[in-house]
């Protein structure tokens, strides 16, 4: 078994290129269905979110890192493959394990130590199991990942002091507001907020969002009507289309007077197109604008990652060893079905002798057959177990004893 990793983000791509390998919920299944059914992987998890796209998978030959690379015109996308080529990367074994122990534990993220990402490789693990998509060894990893990262949360400064994209997007719209002070105290929490206004995909989404903010649902159609009351738009979405083009937001500013308005573009694929930067008075940031904000953040949680990756290595080890107990069952199974054999045969022998009416001393051989062959199966078993190559143990047992017909 290989396990293996592909994908890119942040650090590797701007998000001109991310949101377009960006995989939808609905796509993903297949996506990695193509890839089990074209041989390349025995399972595979996806993840894809506004700041990574990533191949999570098992396979059982060694040159599907190469070939997943290859693949990728498989995959549902816009990008060009030498620009993939460019920006992607592939890691297998023991690195590709560390990467992903450290995405689920935030160490990775644009903003250190954010707590969304772990709740988005639990949705793409539930999304394997509903596609029929993940085994038993895959899951070892993303579970031993998956407790790295809430362990990072519950045990580190990391976790006590959370913080978001959405943080970040809001210290930067305090940072680029600058004299507008009223709007940046209001946004820092030093004075109350408002109007706050909140648009989605369906009236009551929208509503039980902007509930617990004060805030006030409306229609998507609705914004030009509120947009007069308005400083900050703020956009994120799952849309494969721009929301806002440069038309619609010379239109939003007519009514404003050309007022200052800041547009910030939360989206990957993004909301609002490039070209509004180019209208008078909107300051337009996208997703990657906030890296200014996260190096900040980063410089502040510095001193909590040791502790964060002392955990990553702790959760590594115990599923090292999850994944060379698992490999190594069935020929533990097949070492303790050749010797209880063994101890039976020579047990039943030598029991044909022993009158039927002497239970004591028949009781008596079996418990000491049944206590050699115990004895006898620790350490082989215990070397299987705790071997650094488990595969390689296995062959010398497999060997030694003829466990090839228990095997078959």
């Not at 209208?279 to 996208?286: A, I, Q, T, W």
């Amino acid at each position: 078994m290989e396990f293996i990793l592909v994908g890119l983000s942040h650090q590797t791509a701007p998000v001109d290129i991310r949101e377009q390998v960006f995989i939808p919920e609905a796509a993903v299944g297949e996506c990695v269905r193509r890839l089990i059914d074209h041989d390349l992987i025995e399972s595979g998890v996806l993840l894809s979110t506004c700041n990574r796209t990533e191949l999570y998978a098992v396979t059982a030959t060694s040159d599907a890192q190469d070939r997943l690379l290859e693949s990728f015109g498989w995959w549902p996308h816009a990008l060009p493959f030498a620009a993939w080529r460019r920006h992607a990367y592939q890691f297998t074994g023991d690195h590709a394990m560390t990467h992903l122990f450290r995405v689920a534990s935030g160490l990775e993220s644009m903003v250190i130590g954010e707590a969304q990402i772990l709740g988005q490789i639990k949705a793409a693990l539930a999304r394997a199991h509903a596609a029929g998509i993940v085994e038993v060894r895959l899951e070892i990893i993303l579970h031993g990942a998956i407790r790295a990262g809430r362990r990072t949360r519950h045990e580190t400064e990391l976790g006590r002091r959370p913080v978001s994209v959405g943080h970040a997007a809001v210290a930067k719209a305090a940072e680029l507001l600058g004299a507008m002070s009223e709007v940046a105290l209001r946004l820092l929490g030093k004075q109350r907020i408002g109007p706050v206004y909140l648009t989605s995909r369906t009236a009551e989404r929208a509503d039980r969002v902007a509930r617990p903010l004060g805030g006030q649902a409306i229609g998507f159609d609705a914004i030009a009507d509120i947009v007069n009351q308005v400083d900050i738009i703020l956009s994120s979405s799952n849309a494969p289309h721009y929301l806002f083009e440069e038309s619609d937001v010379e239109a939003l500013q007519s009514r404003r007077a050309g007022r200052p308005l800041l547009m910030i573009d939360m989206a990957v694929p993004r909301d609002i197109h490039p070209r509004v930067s180019r209208v008078s008075g909107v300051h337009l940031f996208n997703i990657d604008d906030l890296q200014t904000v996260a190096e900040t953040n980063l410089k502040g949680r510095h001193a909590w990652i040791p502790a964060a990756e002392r955990i990553i290595e702790e959760e590594l080890r115990k599923t090292r060893l999850a994944l060379e107990a698992r490999d190594s069952a069935p020929t533990i199974r097949a070492l303790v079905d050749r010797v209880e054999g063994l101890a039976e045969t020579v047990l039943e022998r030598h029991l044909a002798r022993v009158p039927a009416a002497d239970l004591k001393t028949r009781a008596s051989m079996r418990n000491l057959a049944d206590a050699l062959a115990a004895n006898f199966l620790h350490g082989p078993i215990r070397a299987l177990r705790e071997s650094p190559d488990p595969t390689l143990e296995a062959s010398v047992m497999n060997d030694a004893f003829d466990l090839d017909r228990e095997l078959s």
